[in-house]
C-alpha cells in the first residue's frame, strides 16, 4: 500500500495519514498494536498515525451478504490541501475522520479476524474464526482526482467528457443556451476570522449536511417563493459557494443535476447492459429510482424537457464508460463481452419510465412543498409528515425514496424512515401486531408438519416466460448447466412496448 502510493505514484509522504484501530471496551478488543508498529517501522510519524474506535476503524460485513464477517482496520487519508501547496502538511491531524473534505479517504485494509453474532438479550458477540483473512480496497476514481489535482470525480478525465456531452444534448433537447457545468459545491459557513484560510473557495462542503439549519431556511424559502433577503435567517456568516462567492442556488442546483445524471446514467448503463431491468423490488427498484431521481433533477434544472424529456433515454442509450479510452491491459471478467441489451432496446425501456414519471411530477412537488408549509421549522421532516407524504396527506403519495431525494434537494436532512405511528391518535384502534419472535415462533409451530420444499427443479430451468409489455418475451437458460455453452445463452429480446 505505502510502497505503491509514495514509490510508485510518487505522492509525498507528509500529504498521507494512517489510522489504525485503537480499541474498544465494548468488544472487548484490545488496540491493534501490532499494526501500529508496522506501520512505524515503515517509517510513519507519531504525527501522521492516528488510533479510532469501532466507529471508524473496525469493519463489518452486511449479516445478509457477508456472515458478519467483521475486524480492525487500517486506512491511508490523503490531505488535498497540502498536496496542492495550499496547506500546511502537518496540521491536519485533527482532521482525519472529520467529514472535512480536506483530508479522505484514499485505500484501507482490513484484518477480518471475527464474525459478529446476536447474542441473548440483543448483545453482540464476536466468534475469533479459524482462518484469518485480509480485505483491501482503494478508490480508483479518487486516486485519479488525487493524482489529476482535482477535489472531486467529477472534474476528472472519468467524467468530464459525459458532463460536456450532457451539456450539449441538454442544448439540443430543449433548444436553450443551458450554462455548462461549473463545479459548484456549498462550502462551509465561514465567518471573518477565518476567511484567509487557503481553503476557502476550493474545498467541498461536509459540514452543510452535519450543520444545515440555515441552509435549510435559505433553501425552503426560495422553494416556497419568498425569495426576498429580509425573510432569510439573519447571521454574521452565510454559505458560499466553490468560487468563494455567495450562495446562487441556480447554478448550485443546475450542477447537482449535471452529477446526478451523469453518475446515475452510467450506473443504469453498465446495469442495463448486464440485463438488469427497472422493476418494483429488488435491484429493478434501485434502477427505477435512479430513473426518477436523475430525471426530476434535470426536468426541474432545464437540463431536460419538461413534457417530453429524453435525455436520460439518449444517455443510457449511448452506453458511456467511465473513462473515454480503452485499459492497456485487459484481463479476465465476469461480464459478457456481448451487451445483454442493445442500445436501441435499453433507450426504448429508458423511455417507457421516464414517460410514467414525467406525468406525476408536478403533483409529487407540489405535494412536497405542501409538506414544506406544514408548520416545520426543524432541519428535516418530522415522521408525521413523512407518513403525510407517503399516504396521500398533501395530494399525491410519495415514495420514500422520492422523500429523500427532495429532502436532500430542498437543504434538509435525510429524515429517519418511519417503522409505525408514534402519536396516540394515529395508534389508537390499531391493532397490535405480535413481536418479530413471538411471530417467527408461531410460525415455525404451523410449518413443523410441513414437508421440505425439493428445490432441485429451479437449478435446471429452460423455458420461456411471457412479461407484461406487449410484444416483449424473455428467455432464460440455466446459469448453473454443467455445458459452457449455455452460461452465455441468457438473453432478452424486447419488442414493440405498448
Known amino acids: 500500500m505505502w510502497q505503491f502510493l509514495t514509490d510508485v505514484l510518487g505522492l509525498p509522504p507528509s500529504c498521507l495519514y494512517v489510522t489504525y484501530f485503537g480499541g474498544c471496551e465494548e468488544l472487548a478488543l484490545p488496540a491493534d498494536d501490532e499494526t501500529r508498529d508496522i506501520w512505524l517501522d515503515i517509517g510513519i510519524s507519531d504525527q501522521k498515525l492516528v488510533s479510532f474506535g469501532a466507529e471508524s476503524n473496525f469493519w463489518r460485513a452486511d449479516q445478509g451478504s457477508g456472515g458478519g464477517l467483521c475486524g480492525p482496520s487500517t486506512e491511508i487519508h490523503v490531505d488535498f490541501a497540502a498536496l496542492s501547496g495550499r496547506g500546511d502538511p502537518n496540521c491536519a491531524r485533527c482532521m482525519v475522520n472529520a467529514g472535512d473534505a480536506r483530508v479522505v479517504e484514499l485505500w484501507n485494509c482490513v484484518f477480518i479476524t471475527h464474525r459478529m453474532v446476536e447474542e441473548a438479550g440483543s448483545r453482540i458477540g464476536l466468534v475469533p474464526l479459524p482462518c484469518l483473512s485480509v480485505d483491501t480496497g482503494m478508490g480508483l476514481e479518487r486516486l485519479a482526482s488525487v493524482m489529476q489535482g482535482t477535489m472531486t470525480t467529477y472534474d476528472t478525465d472519468a467524467f468530464l467528457p459525459l458532463l460536456n456531452f450532457i451539456h450539449s444534448e441538454a442544448q439540443r433537447i430543449t433548444s436553450n443556451s443551458v450554462p455548462s457545468y461549473s463545479s459548484q459545491y456549498i462550502l462551509p459557513e465561514l465567518s471573518e476570522d477565518n476567511s484567509s484560510n487557503p481553503l476557502v473557495g476550493r474545498t467541498i462542503d461536509q459540514e452543510a449536511t ?262 416483449a418475451s424473455l428467455a432464460y437458460a440455466s446459469a448453473f448447466e454443467s455445458n459452457a455453452e449455455s452460461h452465455s445463452s441468457a438473453f432478452i429480446e424486447l419488442g414493440l412496448f405498448g
Open 210 to 471: 452535519a450543520k444545515p439549519s440555515r441552509l435549510s431556511n435559505i433553501l425552503r424559502a426560495f422553494a416556497l417563493g419568498h425569495r426576498d433577503s429580509a425573510t432569510l435567517p439573519a447571521t454574521k456568516a452565510r454559505p458560499i459557494m466553490s468560487d468563494g462567492g455567495p450562495v446562487d442556488y441556480e447554478t448550485l442546483h443546475r450542477d447537482i443535476a449535471y452529477r446526478l445524471v451523469a453518475d446515475h446514467s452510467r450506473a443504469l448503463s453498465v446495469a442495463m447492459q448486464d440485463g438488469l431491468l427497472p422493476g418494483r423490488q429488488g435491484i429493478g427498484l434501485k434502477l427505477r429510482h435512479l430513473i426518477h431521481r436523475s430525471t426530476r433533477a434535470a426536468v426541474l434544472t432545464g437540463l431536460d424537457s419538461a413534457t417530453q424529456p429524453t435525455l436520460l433515454q439518449n444517455l443510457v442509450s449511448r452506453g458511456f464508460s467511465a473513462a473515454p479510452f480503452t485499459p492497456d491491459i485487459e484481463g479476465p471478467s465476469a461480464r459478457s463481452p456481448t451487451p445483454a441489451l442493445s442500445a436501441k432496446q435499453m433507450g426504448e425501456i429508458i423511455n417507457q419510465e421516464v414517460a410514467g414519471f414525467v406525468r406525476r411530477l408536478g403533483k409529487l412537488e407540489d405535494a412536497f412543498r405542501a409538506c414544506l408549509s406544514d408548520g416545520n421549522d426543524g432541519d428535516a421532516l418530522t415522521p408525521h409528515q413523512v407518513r403525510g407524504l407517503m399516504s396521500g396527506r398533501y395530494g399525491e403519495p410519495v415514495s420514500w425514496d422520492m422523500i429523500c431525494a427532495q429532502s436532500r434537494w430542498y437543504g434538509l436532512r435525510t429524515p429517519i424512515e418511519p417503522s409505525s405511528p408514534t402519536s396516540p391518535s394515529e395508534t389508537a384502534g390499531q391493532p397490535k401486531s405480535p413481536s418479530a419472535p413471538t411471530a417467527t415462533k408461531r410460525l415455525r409451530t404451523i410449518l413443523k408438519a410441513s414437508p421440505v420444499t425439493n428445490d432441485s427443479n429451479k437449478y435446471h430451468v429452460e423455458r420461456v416466460v411471457q412479461s407484461g409489455f406487449s410484444g
